[in-house]
């Protein structure tokens, strides 16, 4: 302890009352709450990242369900003489591109289900993000390049008459078209999810 200048101690209510120079200042602000930001900022970050895996399921699952209805309504459209889907290649070309979609949507949702569950990828992750934009970005146009070929067809059928056959090709076309519009949709979700995506 600091003697005073007559070489006295300071007795201990002195030492109570405190330093006079101090007894006036104000007090220190408090710190800045940067370690719940940081976790807002993080659970923000989970919770988005969540919604976008969420919603790809979603998508992905309805070009499953778009490009099935489509694959069956032009495999059936059977009526016999030259109401048969198999007389046309624009159809065909149509069934195929469904099928394909229809694997690739199956194999993806199968996919995401088992990183749900297991917290595991199927694809390293150093290329999911590609390879999640490439095959969406590939049924995409598939899908739409076999709409566009029916589509002319199918037009200029319903100028001579109108019936079932027309009518099921109108059908498929309209659901590969809505398999396109959600497969466009996913290929955003996934191009977004691999510009964020670090390599470190």
Do not use: C
């Amino acid at each position: 302890m600091a003697a005073d200048a007559e070489g006295n101690l300071p007795t201990p209510a002195d030492l109570e009352k405190g330093d006079p120079s101090t007894a006036h200042a104000a007090p220190a602000p408090p710190a800045a709450d940067e370690g719940g930001s940081v976790v807002r900022a993080v659970v923000d970050r989970w919770r988005r990242e969540d919604l976008l895996e969420r919603g790809g399921l979603v998508l992905r699952a309805l070009i499953l369900l778009f490009s099935l209805l489509a694959s069956i309504i032009t495999a059936s459209n059977k009526h016999g003489d030259w109401k048969d889907f198999d007389h046309y290649q624009e159809y065909k070309y149509l069934l195929g591109v469904s099928i394909l979609a229809l694997l690739y949507s199956a194999a993806q949702v199968w996919r995401q289900a088992h990183r749900f569950s297991t917290g595991r990828d199927l694809v390293p992750r150093n290329y999911a993000g590609i390879v999640d934009f490439a095959g969406d970005q590939v049924v995409a146009y598939l899908l739409i390049s076999g709409a566009s070929a029916a589509i002319p067809l199918t037009n200029r059928m319903r100028e001579g008459s109108d019936n079932i056959f027309t009518d099921s090709s109108s059908a498929a076309i309209s659901m590969a078209f809505f398999a396109f519009v959600s497969s466009g949709l996913s290929a955003l979700i996934s191009g977004f999810k691999l510009s964020k995506q670090t390599y470190i």
